[in-house]
Structure formats: structure tokens, C-alpha cells
């Protein structure tokens, strides 16, 4: 199975804050990579798709980037909306494998 | 708006059967799109665990393979989802998504099922 490893697991940071979470693929995925967020008790919600295409609907302040192993997804600005847990998912390989999360907290 | 909605037993004894379907409205199931399982244990991160297509072809993840089975109800628009041989392990929050070029672009609300005597 593909590994997917997400840095930092948490990370703290100031409404208007840009941030950054990386996911690292133990193998190459070309650009097959989604993000969603997930609120508690809700359902993960996708973000960006194909590493950097934006779901409609999305704010532009999400954005994505990589290809092959190291992916980074960017927030320019945060909102308090924002707080939430981030997973990345590969999706070239079967079995489709997520990263462990990475939770972005308020400071 | 396609909407997906995952329904079944919340409690299931050990060594029994998991069972759930998801209903789905606003879409059909036999359009150009596949259909999939993901589960999150409490707490913890996701794990997709299979996907079907309305032709009934499936895909499912080695590590459960032996005990899954996904099928396909076209006639209610629905599909399922069927674990055997559970244990406390299996305990998680199940969701049913569509699958949009192998991303999962609309989810279920989820639903939790216990493992437990």
C-alpha cells in the first residue's frame, strides 16, 4: 500500500495566518491527490482535487500543490471557519490511502 | 444535488455481520461514477474500505477483502455494504460517498457502528 505521512500532525496558528500542510507519498502519484477537511461529527468535505484543482464552491484562499511524492496544501488567510482536521488521500493506487491528519487548531 | 444517506444496525455483536446501505437521491447510481465505503474509528483517521460500480464491478482494500462484500441496488438507487466475522476493531463511524474520478466529491452524514456484546 502507498503510505501517505502528513506534516505537522497539529499545527496552531492566528486567524490570518497563512499555513501549510505537507503529505508525502512513500511511492510516486503523479497528481492523483485529493484534500478534504473534516469537522467533529461531520462528514470530510473535498477541498482541492488532481493536487491542485479547487472544488466548486471552495474558498480561493485553499490551494494546492506537488506532483510525485510531496504535496502541500495552503491556506492564504485563515478564517475561523478554518479550524478543522485536513487529511490528503492518494488516488492512483489501490487501496486509496489517506494520511493520518494533520488538526488546525486556534492559537 | 446528490445527497447520500448511510442507514443500518448501530449495534453488532461479536463474530456477526455489519450491514448498511446508502440511499441515494439526486443522482442516479447508474451514472458514470463510482460508489465507495470509507470508515473512521472513533477518534482516529479514515480508511476506504471498497467501491462498486453500478455494473457491480467492485474494488476492495486487501486488508478487509477477505470479509467485504459491496453490492448494488439499482432498482432503489441504493448500495451496500456487508462486513463479516466483526470484532471491537470494526468499530467506527461508516460513510458512503461518490466517487468523481476516484475522489469522493459528496459523502453521507456517516454513521456509527459498535462492535460490542
Known amino acids: 500500500d502507498i503510505q501517505m505521512t502528513q506534516s505537522p500532525s497539529t499545527l496552531s496558528a492566528f486567524v490570518g495566518d497563512r499555513v501549510t500542510i505537507t503529505c508525502r507519498a512513500s511511492?510516486?502519484?503523479?497528481?492523483?491527490l485529493a484534500w478534504y477537511q473534516q469537522k467533529p461529527g461531520k462528514a470530510p468535505k473535498l477541498l482541492i482535487y488532481?493536487?491542485?484543482s479547487l472544488e466548486s464552491g471552495v474558498p480561493s484562499r485553499f490551494s494546492g500543490s506537488g506532483s510525485g511524492t510531496e504535496f502541500t496544501l495552503t491556506i492564504s488567510s485563515l478564517q475561523p471557519d478554518d479550524f478543522a482536521t485536513y487529511y490528503c488521500q492518494q488516488y492512483n493506487i489501490y487501496p486509496y490511502t489517506f494520511g493520518q491528519g494533520t488538526k488546525l487548531e486556534i492559537k | 444535488q446528490v445527497q447520500l444517506q448511510e442507514s443500518g444496525p448501530g449495534l453488532v455483536k461479536p463474530s456477526g455481520t455489519l450491514s448498511l446501505t446508502c440511499a441515494v437521491s439526486?443522482?442516479?447510481?447508474?451514472?458514470?461514477?463510482?460508489w465507495s465505503w470509507v470508515r473512521q474509528p472513533p477518534g482516529k483517521g479514515l480508511e476506504w474500505i471498497g467501491e462498486?460500480?453500478?455494473?457491480?464491478?467492485?474494488n476492495y482494500n486487501p486488508s478487509l477483502k477477505s470479509r467485504v462484500t459491496i453490492s448494488v441496488d439499482k432498482s432503489k438507487n441504493q448500495f451496500s455494504l456487508k462486513l463479516s466475522s466483526v470484532t471491537a476493531a470494526d468499530t467506527a463511524i461508516y460513510y458512503c460517498?461518490?466517487?468523481?474520478?476516484?475522489?469522493?466529491?459528496?459523502w453521507g452524514q456517516g454513521i456509527l457502528v459498535t462492535v460490542s456484546s
Open positions: 460517498a461518490r466517487v468523481n474520478s476516484a475522489y469522493s466529491d459528496y
Open positions: 511511492q510516486s502519484i503523479s497528481s492523483w
Open positions: 439526486g443522482g442516479s447510481i447508474s451514472s458514470n461514477n463510482w
Open positions: 488532481k493536487a491542485s
Open positions: 462498486i460500480y453500478h455494473s457491480g464491478t467492485t
